[in-house]
């Protein structure tokens, strides 16, 4: 009987790959490796700037609304949280695993001067939007000029 043939499939290589290096890794630090799921993600946003306010949106499918966390801390807009795996299924009964699970971040620069207290969060359909008012742009301020020089 002949061989049977199959399509290459790089992501499969590359997958197989990792999966050895973390069980090596694994082996080496005195653990074994929990699963051959990637522990990070990271989902994909947009940044849109619009007249008076900056929106940030990013998809987050299967991911709960109260595993996300939206922080600001020293100019810095945090999008923080974790999808997990909902159904324990055993290593070997897996046949393809595309999506990612485990924590992820995205942070993002604000502009100096926003208040974050005016920042507001709205989660739907696994589509997370961060709207964020602009600051007023500031005004020049005029400075008395003294004749007498002081």
């Known amino acids: 009987m002949p061989p049977e043939i199959v399509r290459w499939d790089p992501f499969r290589d590359v997958m197989s790959l990792r999966s050895d290096i973390d069980r090596l890794m694994g082996t080496l630090a005195g653990n074994a490796p929990r699963s051959s799921l990637p522990a990070r993600w990271a989902p994909s946003a947009d940044v849109i700037e619009r007249e008076d306010e900056i929106v940030v949106t990013a998809e987050l499918p299967g991911v709960a609304d109260k595993d996300v966390e939206v922080t600001v801390d020293e100019g810095v807009l945090r999008i923080s949280g974790a999808r997990e ?3 324990e299924v055993d290593d070997e009964r897996f046949h393809r695993i595309e999506r990612s699970y485990g924590g992820f971040e ?3 620069p604000l502009p100096a001067g926003v208040d974050p207290d ?3 969060a709205g989660i739907a359909y696994g589509v997370l ?3 964020i008012p602009k600051p007023a742009a500031p005004t020049p301020r005029r400075i008395a000029v003294n ?4």
Not at 147 to 150: F, H, L, Q, V
């Open 118 to 120: 005016s920042i507001r």
């Open 85 to 87: 795996l909902t159904e």
């Open 129 to 131: 939007k961060v709207t």
């Open 147 to 150: 004749p007498a020089g002081d």
């Open 106 to 108: 995205r942070t993002f």
